[in-house]
């Protein structure tokens, strides 16, 4: 079939607007994804991406002619790939190709975005998903199925682009232009119509893309904000504060299995060097403190992974724990003999609010981590 005379409109502004808003969201994500310090704006093109993809859905049901999914030919597939070794067939709407790709592409979008959420919920206590921060063991499988996602769907925009490409430069069709200009030719006119409500939509749909980046650019709104909440360790035992964080910060009891805190307790006279004695009495308190709130009795990341990656309970050193050595293994060494860090143990130095129980990203000095 030829490409016709008549400039018909196939698809709307809305449409070829989201679909430029999705691939610029998903790549400037993807990208930030490894960049330090970009953690918030990668969650913020994520969620942005996601807005978009919700809007699109919609569109697939109350959208116009041939943006419906119920007018997606998907019967005709294998038609489309054999008709590549003779005439090749041409499609007003989206090729059969096309349709399976978009269907797939949604789907793997939401995945990919609602693990992301997920995933900023239980490793950073941020965001809708926040409230599953102390339920970490249930839901660390955001973390693969996120990036497995991600990529696939990567994977996905790839092939689908280069077929795009195939379609415009060898067998010389319309298809990528239409999704630029709205217009395809035909051999008869068939412009699409909207009604008062799709033009509504559309509106919303734009003015809410929109509306959305601005209502992210401050980092404290409802849906993206942490919620992590500070410990008052000093109100909730008063001689854990005293006897311990007169002399370095004030460590999470958190950050140690059980079995640590009972052995570090029980030679204080040989705390690191120093002689950390205190009578019997308060000590036995302030134990009791540590092994109510240890590794195993927080449900949170960090936790998790301390007790995940002890190799013995006989460490009483946090810097020794192979979790928190595969999480600063990439900080040179020297960078610890900064005179404003001085020694691997003084977190306060790199991880703001460490001292009140937050380990977040988003609180790390990346400056400090640099060295300058």
């Not at 893309?209 to 601005?214: D, P, Q, S, V, Y």
């Not at 004030?250 to 640590?260: E, V």
């Not at 403190?289 to 960090?302: D, G, T, V």
Request: glycine fraction near 6%; charged fraction near 20%.
């Amino acid at each position: 079939m030829g490409l016709g005379v008549i400039k018909s409109y196939i698809w709307g502004f809305g449409l070829r607007f989201s679909h430029l808003w999705l691939i610029l969201t998903f790549i400037f994500a993807y990208i930030l994804s490894d960049m330090k310090g970009a953690l918030y704006w990668h969650i913020v093109f994520g969620a942005l991406f996601a807005l978009a993809l919700i809007f699109r859905i919609i569109w697939g049901f109350i959208g116009t002619k041939y943006s419906k999914f119920s007018d997606f030919n998907f019967r005709d597939l294998f038609g489309y790939f054999a008709s590549f070794f003779g005439q090749k067939k041409r499609y007003l709407g989206h090729n059969p190709a096309s349709c399976v790709a978009i269907i797939l592409m949604l789907i793997l979008g939401l995945v990919c975005a609602g693990s992301g959420l997920i995933l900023y919920g239980i490793n950073e206590n941020s965001g809708i998903f926040a409230f599953l921060y102390d339920e970490y063991v249930k839901f660390a499988f955001a973390e693969p199925l996120h990036k497995i996602s991600a990529n696939a769907l990567l994977g996905l925009i790839i092939i689908h682009t280069c077929g795009a490409l195939i379609d415009k430069f060898i067998y010389k069709n319309d298809a990528l232009n239409a999704m630029l200009t709205g217009y395809k030719l035909s051999l008869k006119n068939e412009t699409i119509t909207f009604n008062n409500f799709q033009k509504i939509f559309t509106f919303i749909w734009i003015f809410g893309l929109f509306g959305a980046l601005i209502y992210f650019l401050d980092e404290q709104n409802f849906i993206l904000k942490s919620r992590a909440v500070f410990s008052d360790f000093g109100a909730q035992n008063a001689e854990f504060m005293k006897e311990c964080a007169s002399c370095h910060m004030a460590y999470a009891p958190w950050f140690l299995p059980k079995k640590s805190w009972e052995l570090m307790m029980a030679d204080l006279e040989n705390h690191f060097g120093d002689d950390a004695s205190i009578d019997e009495a308060t000590n036995k308190r302030i134990l009791a403190f540590l092994q109510a709130n240890s590794a195993q009795n927080n449900a949170n990341k960090i936790a998790f992974n301390i007790l995940k990656y002890a190799k013995n309970d006989e460490n009483i050193a946090i810097t020794q724990n192979e979790y928190w050595i595969k999480k600063h293994k990439k900080i040179k060494p020297e960078i610890f003999k900064n005179e404003k860090i001085k020694s691997k143990s003084n977190c306060l130095a790199c991880h703001i609010n460490i001292d009140k129980g937050v380990v977040a990203k988003a609180l790390i000095d990346y400056k400090m981590v640099r060295g300058f």
